[in-house]
């Protein structure tokens, strides 16, 4: 019997495995595709010859496949669905809020325990202090895994009952990331036509972290509050900046896709009569599609 099974191991689900490895615990793995598996073998991990028997083998269940189709597609098969009775299984598989809650219901009907998580780490720091995640689930469900879930990151984090929530905040971090991603990679090619290094770029880049934090956590506080009205910089102002941002690109012949994107937000913003509220308060307008990505309603006549 292994303290913990975990099934998929692409690069994350692999760094799951050694990690519970690493801290000591009987681990045991399988994947499709048993050569992924062949190499944790190795290592000292048990590798089951079927879902079946993976799920069979241990207490608590890591899911750590590509997704929540992938995941239906191993635990609703006949021979492993039934299996899951007084299990625990923790889904850290990429998803949306409503797919963890379509999951957890199903593995209610089975009699088993669940938690929706989400990893926010790369695979390589999967196991160390700077590795966080996220878990949703009962209270009690998570106290009893935490644990065992402590082998996978410093930060271990219990966001609430709601098994939605996990994936909801993973989902809003992401939103932040996707903008830092391409914003940084638009800075560097600046710097690159500028003959700039880019490695000078993001040291200067990581020194204004602190600033970041303090900005992020103003903006948390005064999008709660709606507090828009005494603003450090307006809508108006960051409109202008990024404006001149797009006639930077334009003229170092590079692309303005980024900047050209960002200025039609806040424009949006300006024109819906915002222009001297604090730069966040283009919440206003993202909380609902902008015209030209509304979508028709289905069977109504026009």
Known sequence: MGDVTVIGLGAMGTALARAFLSAG???????????????????GAKVALTAADAV???????MCLSDYAATRGIVEDKAVAGIFAGRLVVQLASGTSSEARAMAAWAATRGADYLDGAISAWPSQIGGADAAILLAGPETTFASASALLQALAGSLVHVGPDVGHAKALFGAALAYYAAHWIGFSHGAVICEAEG????????????SAPFFADDMRRMGRVIATGSFSAPEST????????????????NLEIG???PTFATGVFQ???DAGYGAEEHCAITKVLRSPAPHQRRPVQGRSV
Not at 196 to 207: K, N, S, T
Not at 235 to 250: F, K
């Open 56 to 62: 069979a083998a241990s207490p608590v269940i890591v």
């Open 256 to 258: 303005a896709d980024f």
């Open 268 to 270: 949006r913003a300006v």
């Open 25 to 43: 615990k009987t681990t045991v793995v399988w994947n499709r595709t048993s050569a992924k598996a062949d190499v944790l073998r190795d290592e």
């Open 196 to 207: 700039l290094d880019p490695a000078q770029f993001g040291e200067m880049m990581a020194g």
């Open 235 to 250: 809508i108006a102002s960051v409109r202008a900046d990024i404006a001149r941002l797009v006639d930077v690109s334009d």
